[in-house]
């Protein structure tokens, strides 16, 4: 079985400040990872993902996220946030084996102040 | 950019009374999912489908859900009987078979069971 924790539930950050937002995982077995990204009254969008090779991963708008084998984490990054990222971010994995289903993380609300 | 539409975006029923929650997946899509996140939780996977089959199914997913392929384009999840802890956003999802992992959602429906 495999667990996403995502360690804040909210993150409120200045416009043009760096943020990070965390995620550690859980699983027996080899898996894949997501972040998906929730503009308010939308769908959930793929940010970016991880699946092999280099760990570090970069995705839409910006952001990138580090995969750490030993530490069981795939924490987002984006070095200068803007207003329109405002949103709900969440962390997911997968098994590898074709098709499998997300378990998703709590989700983390980021908030940009002005 | 081609994407996964759902009807209704919301819906409001009284307990007891059967819902059918309507997806359209990726046209070339052979993946699909069914999540739902109640208010504040986590998004929770419910069922995917593959062949005209359940591929797998959660604990959540009990004789109450029933999911169908009736055509070519919809994909839609039955829920026989409401029950008030059945209220939550119901997201479809689908993928492909050359990028089985990487799940498109669709923008959810609002299931409100009074």
């Known amino acids: 079985a495999q667990s996403v924790t995502q360690l804040d539930s909210q993150v409120p950050v200045f416009e043009e400040a760096p943020v990070e937002l965390r995620c550690n995982y859980s699983?027996?077995?080899?898996?894949?990872l997501f972040w998906y990204v929730q503009y308010p009254n939308q769908g959930l969008q793929l940010l970016l993902k991880?699946?092999?090779?280099?760990?570090l991963v970069k995705g839409i708008n910006g952001f990138e996220a580090e995969f750490n084998k030993s530490q069981t984490s795939f924490h987002l990054r984006k070095p200068s946030v803007h207003i329109s990222d405002t949103a709900e971010y969440f962390c997911?994995?997968?098994?590898?084996?074709?098709?499998?289903?997300?378990?998703f993380g709590q989700g983390t609300r980021l908030t940009i102040n002005p | 950019e081609p994407e996964v539409t759902q009807t209704p975006s919301h819906q409001v029923t009284q307990m007891g009374q059967e819902v059918i929650l309507r997806c359209v997946p990726i046209?070339?899509?052979?993946?699909f999912y069914w999540y739902r996140q109640i208010l504040g939780q986590k998004v929770e996977f419910l069922v995917s489908?593959?062949?005209?089959?359940?591929?797998?199914k959660s604990e959540i997913f009990d004789d109450q859900f029933s999911v169908e392929r009736p055509d070519g384009s919809n994909f839609t999840l039955k829920i026989r009987s409401t029950k008030l802890e059945d209220s939550a956003m119901y997201f479809c999802?689908?993928?492909?078979?050359?990028?089985?992992?990487?799940?498109?959602f669709g923008p959810g429906t609002r299931l409100l069971v009074l």
């Open positions: 999802a689908s993928s492909n078979r050359d990028f089985q992992e990487t799940q498109y």
């Open positions: 699983s027996s077995v080899s898996v894949y």
């Open positions: 991880y699946l092999s090779g280099s760990t």
């Open positions: 997911a994995v997968s098994g590898i084996q074709g098709a499998q289903k997300l378990v």
């Open positions: 046209s070339n899509h052979l993946y």
């Open positions: 489908f593959y062949n005209n089959e359940i591929s797998e």
